[in-house]
């Protein structure tokens, strides 16, 4: 299984953008699918968005259509999560995770489906 750390979260007032990187290690990084999930206190973790293996198939949710992006650079092991327009209601817990799966396959929508988590980077959204 591959190990995940995120990165970048921070404070940032409404209409703010953020880019939060999940750098993976132990294994071999375009053998996954990569997925970006978020909690908010008191809330069940949601699914945010999810790439394919050679990053050109995308999902997203649809609270975040058209605002985020996800990406990955497989040279650097690297996944992101470009998010523009930031509300209050974004502010929450954004964790990153692996899928073992070669296919072009990216609706994968649930924390049960992925194998490897990353501890997780807060970012709040300040009105």
């Known amino acids: 299984q591959l190990q995940l750390v995120e990165s970048g979260g921070r404070l940032v007032q409404v209409g703010g953008s953020l880019r939060l990187s999940c750098a993976a290690s132990?294994?071999?990084?375009?053998?996954?699918?990569m997925g970006w999930f978020r909690q908010a206190p008191g809330k069940e973790r949601e699914f945010v968005a999810s790439?394919?293996?050679?990053?050109?198939?995308?999902h997203y949710a649809d609270s975040v259509k058209g605002r985020f992006t996800i990406s990955r650079d497989n040279a650097k092991n690297t996944a992101y999560l470009q998010m523009n327009s930031l509300f209050p209601a974004d502010t929450a817990l954004y964790f990153c995770?692996?899928?073992?799966?070669?296919?072009?396959?990216?609706?994968?929508?649930?924390?049960?489906?992925?194998?490897?988590w990353g501890q997780g980077t807060q970012v709040s959204v300040s009105s």
């Open positions: 995770a692996a899928r073992r799966d070669s296919r072009n396959s990216i609706f994968w929508t649930e924390p049960r489906n992925y194998g490897s």
């Open positions: 132990g294994g071999t990084f375009s053998n996954y699918i």
């Open positions: 790439i394919s293996w050679h990053g050109g198939n995308f």
